[in-house]
């Protein structure tokens, strides 16, 4: 029988060339500086994302359909969640340097198998919460010396608040995709963006009474890039799974860092320490051999689900 993915190949570089604008994104908001309000750099990542998004849905002819939702408040609770995590995360990597916010950020898949036990009642064996375990291990060996700072006053007390914020934003975001999952039930991939994108982009609107940075034109480009970016980013990212399968081009997630680092050393001169490349080759090793086991159980189940099927 042949497969449904027909162009793993594709996926696969449609998911380098999403981590690749991602970190783009990136990398323009930490270009922008670090006295923005987390709100004022989330509405401009949302805003502008709507822009080629939504030029993406109307060329697929999914522009109007994708505005029809039979769930809002499915939309409204994941857009809340999204929007403070992305809240939270924006303002670590403003004050982290950039590879340690990555790998921090890979704490998400690790949080989301907690939720899915607990939330979904999905069944998680011990293959999985020892590489769940591991993985926490390296979390903490990559953000301990961060927090070790939190006492102290000045820079190293922003890093320090950095990490936390990154490391709430990782919670989050592993609460959002199990919101997410209950979403893709009955809504459309298309659907489930643009109502993301509209609501954050709504939600730090509201923040502008709080204390948004007057902007020179230079800061104002480079945020306008970084919603373009993460808008294009959406649209590769969900590309490369109509053309391979999400095992298959789900670890190439984990090049961010390299790029990351190599952006970081050139960019901003910082050069990562031990503690952060030990603990992120074990949450890498964690987070992939999580998706080695999800593909097998994948395969379980497709198996179980054939033999369960009468023949004709």
């Not at 999985?128 to 700072?149: D, M």
Request: glycine share 10%; aromatic share 12%; with cysteine.
């Amino acid at each position: 029988m042949q497969s449904a993915f027909e162009n793993p190949m594709r996926g696969i570089l449609m998911k380098v060339s999403s981590v690749v604008v991602f970190l783009g994104m990136q990398t323009f908001i930490k270009l922008a500086g670090s006295d923005i309000a987390p709100g004022q750099v989330t509405f401009y990542r949302s805003f502008f994302a709507l822009f080629p998004i939504m030029a993406y849905l109307a060329y697929r002819g999914q522009l109007r359909t994708a505005f029809y939702t039979a769930n809002p408040l499915g939309h409204l609770k994941r857009g809340t969640i999204g929007i403070l995590s992305m809240a939270f995360g924006f303002y670590g990597l403003l004050h982290l340097p950039l590879p340690e916010a990555i790998a921090l950020g890979y704490a998400t898949p690790l949080v989301a198998v907690i939720f899915a036990a607990v939330f979904l009642g999905e069944t998680v064996r011990a293959y999985r919460w020892s590489a769940v375990f591991f993985g926490i291990i390296g979390v903490a060996i990559v953000s301990w010396p961060k927090l070790t700072l939190l006492r102290q006053g000045g820079m190293e007390a922003e890093q320090a608040v950095g990490a936390l914020c990154v490391l709430t934003a990782a919670l989050l975001a592993g609460m959002a995709m199990i919101q997410v999952r209950k979403l893709v039930e009955e809504e459309r991939t298309a659907t489930i963006v643009l109502y993301f994108s509209m609501i954050a982009s709504l939600f730090s609107l509201a923040t502008l009474p709080f204390g948004w940075a007057s902007l020179d034109l230079n800061t104002v480009l480079l945020l306008v890039g970084a919603g373009f970016c993460g808008g294009v980013g959406q649209i590769l990212l969900t590309e490369s799974y109509r053309h391979a399968d999400v095992s298959t081009v789900a670890p190439f997630e984990y090049t961010s860092i390299l790029l990351g680092g190599v952006i970081a050393y050139f960019v901003f001169g910082d050069v990562p320490g031990v503690h952060m490349m030990a603990g992120t080759a074990i949450v890498v090793a964690a987070g992939i051999f999580i998706i080695y086991r999800e593909h097998q159980l994948g395969l379980e189940r497709r198996k179980a689900r054939k033999a369960g099927t009468p023949q004709p």
